[in-house]
């Protein structure tokens, strides 16, 4: 698999997961999705990141986004690991994780870094857009646990600017003002979004339109 870029169709596999099997883009439907990556059951910073993103599904819910892990351990593992993060993170694991024992779906997705280990997943993080195209990467080593209210903060920015020609700025938060693409003329700027203010004339900000 040559390497994924942001723009190309999420690769679309079948495989086993503690949901029972799935068919990536058939389940998907017409949500938003990610699919992110750990390296091995029973380890400590996946339990506390599987817990994590459980008590986080209201967050996803909200934003019409469906989440599926994915490591390349067997699925009894999983089903026993799945017992120990519902005991030590006290929560309920509400969403599917791929056991990708044959890492058809990790080489499909270029998962495994073999400087890194080559036998494990580091922890990648796919975010994809209803039109099944992806709209963020990331990767980390194993040894980080990943800070998911940013990417809740990713997925509030994609869903704000997916329709319209703004951005938002470093350390943006929902609610705070935004920025206008410089692709937008001022004429067109004044009537899409009245009363914007000029800091720069390529550096102009409007308060976020309301979802
Ligand atoms: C962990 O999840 O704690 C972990 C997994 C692989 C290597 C290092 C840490």
């Known amino acids: 698999?040559?390497?994924?870029?942001?723009?190309?169709?999420?690769?679309?596999?079948?495989?086993?997961?503690?949901?029972?099997?799935?068919?990536?883009?058939?389940?998907?439907?017409?949500?938003?999705?990610?699919?992110?990556?750990?390296?091995?059951?029973?380890?400590?910073v996946c339990t506390t990141e599987l817990g994590t993103v459980a008590k986080f599904k209201a967050e996803f819910d909200k934003r019409n986004v469906k989440v599926i892990a994915l490591s390349v351990d067997p699925i009894d593992s999983h089903h026993e690991w799945v017992k120990d993060i519902e005991e030590t993170q006290q929560t309920t694991v509400n969403f599917p994780i791929i056991a990708d024992a044959d890492k058809k779906v990790s080489s499909l997705y270029d998962m495994i870094h073999p400087n890194a280990s080559d036998k494990l997943t580091v922890r990648s993080v796919f975010i994809i857009g209803p039109d099944k195209k992806i709209k963020l990467i990331l990767t980390y080593p194993a040894s980080t646990g990943?800070?998911?209210?940013?990417?809740?903060?990713?997925?509030?920015?994609?869903?704000?600017?997916?329709?319209?020609?703004?951005?938002?700025?470093?350390?943006?938060?929902?609610g705070e003002d935004v920025v206008i693409a410089p692709a937008v003329s001022n004429e067109e700027a004044e009537k899409r979004f009245p009363g914007f203010k000029t800091v720069k004339p390529y550096l102009r900000y409007t308060q976020a339109p309301k979802k």
């Open 146 to 174: 990943r800070n998911f209210y940013e990417l809740l903060r990713v997925i509030d920015s994609l869903q704000l600017t997916a329709y319209q020609q703004l951005a938002t700025p470093a350390n943006w938060n929902e």
């Open 1 to 44: 698999m040559s390497q994924l870029r942001l723009g190309d169709i999420a690769p679309d596999f079948t495989a086993v997961t503690t949901s029972g099997s799935i068919h990536f883009h058939q389940w998907l439907g017409d949500s938003w999705g990610v699919l992110f990556s750990h390296p091995a059951d029973f380890t400590p």
